[in-house]
């Protein structure tokens, strides 16, 4: 079963730094494409960042490129999202997620995930 657990939320004010972490397991975790989603209160789940399964291409919603980078360490079944330069408008639940097929190259649509984990909570603050 395919279980993947993210971390490093937490509150910050305006400008500063975050990294988040999902650590994956249950299954080759190289074979897949992982992105990152965000959930803001009272909005729907949306696109931050892709990465393929190879992690030779990215794909970032114009929201956030220039200030987040998506990489992967498949050695360590590991996932990260570094976030810089945050702002307000960042602040959201943050959620890891990958699909079933093998080899893909980018997850931009919610409708791709198959699995989700619990999210992280990320508040930024002015």
């Known amino acids: 079963q395919v279980r993947l657990v993210e971390s490093g939320g937490g509150l910050v004010q305006a400008g500063d730094s975050l990294r988040l972490s999902c650590a994956a397991s249950?299954?080759?975790?190289?074979?897949?494409?992982m992105g990152w989603f965000r959930q803001a209160p009272g909005k729907e789940r949306e696109f931050v960042a892709s990465?393929?399964?190879?992690?030779?291409?990215?794909e970032y919603a114009e929201s956030v490129k220039g200030r987040f980078t998506i990489s992967r360490d498949n050695p360590e079944n590991m996932l990260y999202l570094q976030m810089n330069s945050l702002k307000p408008e960042d602040t959201a639940v943050y959620y890891c997620?990958?699909?079933?097929?093998?080899?893909?190259?980018?997850?931009?649509?919610?409708?791709?995930?198959?699995?989700w984990g619990q999210g992280t909570q990320v508040t930024v603050s002015s």
């Open positions: 249950g299954r080759t975790f190289s074979q897949y494409a």
């Open positions: 997620a990958t699909e079933r097929s093998l080899w893909g190259t980018a997850i931009i649509r919610t409708t791709q995930v198959h699995y």
């Open positions: 990465i393929s399964w190879s992690g030779g291409r990215t």
